[in-house]
């Protein structure tokens, strides 16, 4: 058994998300990499979405998130959102405190090194991001002055 199976998905995610969390993990990846049906709301519909693993930096204790991912070569980047919330979220702080990630696309599993896009890779990665994404514009929008983060996981070889 890989340590995503165990994982815990956080109580604080949406109903739709955990859901979303759950389906992906259950048909190991058939039913989740591209967010069609399931209770998602339709302008989340069609997005490729990947499970990201990562240890708590408090608990020690490993948490999966499902989110929005594009590719970037063999690397896949993220968005640090939280809907455009003040804060960054609690994976991204996580992560921070240990990059050392879990991550899996479709029926892919592998160990991932997590790093904080800055300057031009950051607007380069931001803007194919907002493409496959576009709510992440207003989202930066509501989250100024904070800037959120496009994190790069890259495979470990």
């Not at 608990?59 to 499902?66: A, D, I, N, T, Y």
């Not at 970037?72 to 455009?84: E, F, L, N, T």
């Not at 709510?135 to 994190?151: L, S």
Request: include cysteine.
């Amino acid at each position: 058994m890989d340590i995503i199976d165990s994982a815990i998905i956080p109580d604080k995610l949406s109903p739709e998300v955990q859901d979303h969390a759950r389906r992906y993990l259950a048909s190991h990846g058939k039913d989740g990499h591209l967010t069609i049906g399931g209770t998602l709301p339709p302008a989340m519909q069609n997005v490729p979405a990947l499970l990201l693993l990562t240890k708590g930096r408090s608990s020690g204790k490993h948490f999966l998130m499902p989110l929005y991912y594009g590719r970037d070569a063999d690397r896949c980047v993220v968005i640090a959102s939280k809907g455009g919330a003040p804060a960054h979220p609690g994976w991204y702080a996580n992560l921070l405190a240990d990059p050392k990630v879990r991550v899996q696309v479709g029926d892919q599993r592998f160990d991932a090194h997590a790093t904080t896009a800055t300057g031009d890779e950051r607007a380069r990665l931001w803007k194919m991001m907002e493409e496959l994404y576009p709510p992440y514009r207003r989202y930066q929008e509501r989250a100024a002055p904070r800037e959120i983060p496009v994190v790069v996981l890259t495979p470990k070889r």
